[in-house]
């Protein structure tokens, strides 16, 4: 039954029934994916994996999937390819959210400087993001590779240290906003706290939803750098599986006719990246589209 | 008894495009006794909101405040501030100000503890504009009973939220609780803002200009709501507009701010009272400028005040308003352009600032 409301009363509504179906969609298909990333992560965590990842079998090598046995088939070495795949989610998952715990922290410290006590703060934020913006992000964490050691840790900390921009400015133009509207003035003159109105009214309420879509984001980010470097094999390096990796060493296989392997996890890494970008998008249309004051 | 009094109150702001320091309130005096509304009126850029935000601690800007006495409640809410505060002039112009913000600002808020939101409450024009969109009108009511008043609990404090949202006149409390600030009118903000201010129990509400940016009619409900308040709770009420009809309905004394200073100040009936006898020219040319019902019938040409209100970078050597006055006559001229007229008690509690009525 449609149920129709005054244009004023719209988001007295439930999120479900006033949102854009597509967008709908969007977030179940990318809480889909977080909800199998995270039960694989605690799986792997947990060791209950159908095989060893690592047990080789040399009589069933190159196998396509729904062999007996191995869902998934197996890879060059006849390692079970679930198996690899599901544990190939350690290599970028702590470290991600270490990316994006960094960018969040540093960003929003840096944004709520900037927006509050402008001045210098505001000028340090506006020459960090055109210095990464003039400079190739994967050229960067090369550095940082070449300079320490192939890390993924120290390349996530770089990661998120370059997140951190987008975050400020975020943050200064949320608070920009609300300062050109006088709320933060009336805020102060209520007798609210500044810690009150900074984290409260501030982060919480108002910028909470565009730093969840941000975290979304920056995680697809985080995989990404994580499967591309491991492929180029800066990253996870064998036997320890990481999709990167798995993608490398299928590779070698593709062009005899054994293109699973690399497929697989090149599947793995499409469907997961494509998740948490639709879930961000998705969420950003139905939590800030419309809900304009 | 005053409640508030404000002497000599000086805040000085920086201009990047002119290069040089306004003195957006320079020398200002109010008082206001306890129990009674005190209406400022001015033309925009007189200094009246920079005076009441500055009585606040509310100046955001630099360098802010310089220097005065803000007497509140008998404490001086600027007590050793001037020691932060370094002021150089040369011919009559500010050359260079050295504050200590942080010292200023650390001096300050202790000064102000436990005062503004508590004892000072303020509402705002444009009141939607005030309210965190983000939240539900009830949550930040909620909020402020919780920070200010006895009631802690969240069930408690909502019940006082009920309550006050039933007292500033919102139809279906119950229901406006739940609603975001943009699902209301601006009227319906504005009551729920002076719910907020209100509900700590405030011995002062400074309202800058609260009609301002509403619809006509919902104008006059919260001048309405306003005076009922006033009527009930017998709160001292500072009360800025440049609505001189909106001021003569509530204010019992008005005080006539012109570039940055107080120029006349008296009982509301006294000072708004049109072609009175002893009166500052530029109250006057306030009042004619005024559309008033009969002027419009008689399909008179309403008087605009001549020139602009002035900058106010050089103190000016005579009277502030010597170059736009229409009433001076050649007895004072001399004075008037050179010397700066005292604000002079003509009778009990009506104080002008004019030569044409010194003694």
């Known amino acids: 039954m449609r149920r129709y409301v005054q244009a004023e009363n719209v988001y007295a509504l439930p999120l479900l029934q006033r949102a854009n179906p597509l967008d709908l969609v969007y977030v179940g298909y990318g809480l889909a994916i977080v909800a199998l990333v995270f039960v694989s992560y605690l799986i792997g965590t947990l060791g209950w994996l159908p095989h060893d990842p690592r047990a080789m079998n040399v009589a069933l090598i190159n196998a396509a999937p729904f062999t007996p046995g191995h869902l998934l088939g197996t890879d060059f070495l006849g390692r079970d390819l679930q198996s690899r795949l599901i544990l190939g989610i350690q290599a970028y998952f702590l470290p991600g959210l270490l990316a994006i715990a960094i960018s969040l922290v540093g960003g929003s410290v840096l944004g709520i400087l900037a927006g509050y006590r402008g001045g210098g703060w505001e000028i340090l934020v506006s020459y960090f993001s055109n210095l990464l913006d003039s400079f190739p992000r994967l050229v960067l964490i090369l550095l940082v590779i070449a300079a320490f050691k192939p890390d993924i840790y120290y390349v996530m900390v770089v990661v998120g240290i370059t997140g951190m921009p987008v975050i400020a400015n975020l943050v200064a133009g949320k608070i920009a906003f609300l300062r050109q509207k006088s709320f933060i003035e009336a805020a102060h003159a209520l007798g609210l706290p500044a810690h009150t109105v900074i984290l409260k009214h501030i982060l919480w309420l108002n910028c909470r939803a565009p730093l969840v879509i941000q975290a979304t984001l920056g995680m697809a980010e985080a995989i990404l750098i994580e499967t591309s470097l491991s492929y180029l094999g800066f990253g996870v390096q064998e036997p320890t599986p990481s999709w990167g990796n798995m993608v490398q060493a299928g590779s070698n296989y593709f062009l005899q006719g054994n293109f699973w392997p690399s497929t697989a996890p090149a599947l793995a890494i499409l469907a997961t990246i494509l998740g948490f970008q639709l879930l961000g998008d998705g969420l950003n249309n139905l939590l800030e589209g419309k809900r304009r004051a | ?359």
Not at chain 2, 233 to 239: D, N
Not at chain 2, 314 to 332: H, I, K, L, Q, S
């Open chain 2, 1 to 359: 008894m005053m409640l508030l009094s404000i002497e000599n109150l000086r805040t000085y702001f920086y201009s990047r495009s002119r290069r040089a320091f306004v003195r957006s309130v320079d020398g200002a005096s109010l008082a206001l006794a306890r129990g009674e509304t005190l209406g400022v009126v001015g033309e925009s850029g007189s200094g009246k909101t920079v005076a009441a935000l500055s009585a606040a601690g509310l100046v955001s800007g630099s360098p802010g405040v310089i220097g005065g006495r803000v007497e509140f409640d008998s404490r001086n809410l600027l007590d050793g501030l001037e020691g932060y505060v370094k002021v150089e002039e040369r011919d009559a112009r500010v050359m260079a100000v050295e504050k200590d913000e942080r010292g200023w600002g650390k001096r300050a808020e202790s000064l102000m503890a436990g005062v503004r939101g508590k004892e000072i409450a303020m509402i705002f024009q444009n009141p939607r504009a005030a309210l965190n969109p983000y939240a539900t009108v009830g949550a930040q009511l909620v909020e402020a009973i919780r920070l200010h008043t006895k009631w802690k609990s969240k069930s408690e404090a909502k019940e006082r939220a009920l309550h006050w949202l039933e007292r500033v006149r919102i139809d279906s409390p119950r229901l406006r609780f739940d609603n975001f600030p943009f699902g209301m009118s601006g009227g319906m903000c504005q009551r729920a803002m002076i719910a907020m201010a209100l509900c700590a129990e405030p011995s002062l509400l400074i309202a800058d200009e609260p009609t301002t940016g509403l619809d006509a009619t919902i104008q006059a409900r919260i001048v309405e709501l306003l005076e009922e308040l006033k009527a009930e709770t017998a709160i001292t009420t500072l009360l800025i507009s440049h609505d001189i009809s909106v001021i003569r309905r509530i204010s019992d004394r008005v005080a006539v701010m012109y570039a940055g200073t107080v120029v006349e100040s008296g009982a509301a009936s006294q000072v708004l009272r049109p072609h009175a006898a002893e009166q500052h020219p530029y109250t006057a040319a306030l009042l004619a400028s005024i559309p008033s019902a009969e002027a419009i019938r008689g399909k008179r040409e309403l008087r605009a005040i001549e020139g602009e209100v002035p900058d106010t970078i050089d103190r000016p050597r005579g009277c502030r308003f010597y170059g736009r006055c229409n009433r001076v006559t050649d007895a004072v001229r001399g004075r008037c352009a050179n010397l700066e007229p005292p604000l002079a008690e003509l009778a009990p509690g009506h104080k002008l600032r004019c030569w044409l009525h010194a003694a």
